[in-house]
Nanobody, 126 residues
Framework: VQLQASGGGLVQAGGSLRLSCAASGRTSSDYTMGWFRQAPEKEREFVAA????????YYADSVKGRFTISRDNAKSTVYLQMYSLKPVDTAVYYC????????????????????WGQGTQVTVSS
């Protein structure tokens, strides 16, 4: 599966952005799609994930209530709507795909996602 992430940019603190991740190739409606981010000199961290079947969502505590992940299976696209952005949200954001269902306890583990997009930069100024 090929993933194309887009929608990043420069925004002031308190602003919003919507990231998109379009999947192509051997896609399936039964998948788990995750968003991860990596700031300079920091490890990659989980942000949010969604199941293709059922639409169950999962969030990191740091973004809960500010970010919303959603999907459009007809377009094979997953979105990450980000509100109330903070400078600490500055990072390269990556979308990642797992065909099928990752069990709830492992959905935040990047090792279970086999396909990754190229990343999109989000910069939040203070």
């Amino acid at each position: 599966v090929q993933l194309q992430a887009s929608g990043g940019g420069l925004v002031q603190a308190g602003g919003s952005l919507r990231l998109s991740c379009a999947a192509s190739g051997r896609t399936s409606s039964d998948y788990t799609m995750g968003w991860f981010r990596q700031a300079p000199e920091k490890e990659r961290e989980f942000v949010a994930a969604i199941r293709g079947v059922g639409g169950g969502t999962y969030y990191a505590d740091s973004v809960k209530g500010r970010f919303t992940i959603s999907r459009d299976n007809a377009k094979s696209t997953v979105y990450l709507q980000m509100y109330s952005l903070k400078p600490v949200d500055t990072a390269v954001y990556y979308c990642a795909w797992h065909e099928g269902r990752i069990i709830t306890g492992l959905v935040r583990d990047s090792n279970y996602y086999g396909d990754w997009g190229q990343g999109t930069q989000v910069t939040v100024s203070s």
